[in-house]
């Protein structure tokens, strides 16, 4: 596609439950980086990788959140036994090699009740 | 630590007035420096980037942003605001070699006729 794309856009979910956030950079770009953003706060870094491998993982705030890129290509962001605090929006960006100007996706509203 | 600071949370500007959101940045060394804009429901887009040379630097929509080292500022102008530019600004700092962008907490921009 022409950007971005994230699936779901909105995902409600009980506490305690897995959920899988997916999404599908730009053909061709190497760079994908997650970041999630809490309510009337800026994006926060969780992870980026350069190909198929996690380069920083360091943003992920605790071992329940996981998230892979298999083919270097679609990534998808896991997070296990959910809590209510992991309520935010969830935003991919890819860019072209990571030294490049990063586009976003328009998120995943993750809400755990 | 490395942070970016946006210190107006809310800004209300007339349709046609000039507008400047603030950013200040505070990081061992200039990093590399953003603004991006995000509208409801919408994915972040940048508007512009300074990485080095001339500190005033055009972006798209008609806005501008003038960096000052001795400031530690990079704050975002537009002479005449449109009703369209509601939405959230955020400012985000970039550092040499790093993967991740430091974002604001961001600005809400309120257009009134």
């Known amino acids: 596609g022409a950007g971005v794309s994230q699936t779901p856009s909105n995902k409600v979910t009980e506490k305690g439950k897995y959920v899988e956030l997916r999404c599908d950079p730009i053909s061709g770009h190497t760079a994908l980086y997650w970041y999630r953003q809490s309510l009337g706060q800026g994006p926060e870094f969780l992870i980026y990788f350069q190909g198929t491998g996690a380069a920083d993982d360091s943003g992920l705030p605790n071992d329940r959140f996981f998230a892979v890129r298999p083919e270097g290509s679609v990534s998808t962001l896991k997070i296990q036994r959910t809590e209510r605090g992991d309520s935010a929006v969830y935003l991919c960006?890819?860019?072209?090699?990571?030294?490049?100007?990063?586009?976003f996706g328009q998120g995943t509203r993750l809400t755990v009740v | 630590a490395q942070s970016v600071t946006q210190p107006d949370i809310h800004i209300t500007v007339s349709e046609g007035a000039s507008l400047e959101l603030r950013c200040n940045y505070s990081?061992?060394?200039?990093?590399?420096l953003f603004w991006y804009v995000q509208s409801p429901g919408q994915g972040l887009q940048l508007l512009l980037k300074y990485f080095s040379g001339d500190t005033l630097v055009q972006g798209i929509k008609g806005f501008e942003a003038e960096f000052k080292r001795s400031q530690s500022s990079f704050n975002l102008r537009k002479p005449s605001v449109h009703w369209s530019d509601a939405a959230e600004y955020f400012c985000a700092g970039l550092l040499t070699g790093a993967n991740n962008l430091f974002f604001g907490t961001g600005t809400r921009l309120t257009v009134i006729p």
């Open positions: 990081y061992g060394a200039t990093p590399y």
């Open positions: 960006a890819s860019s072209l090699n990571g030294a490049s100007e990063a586009f």
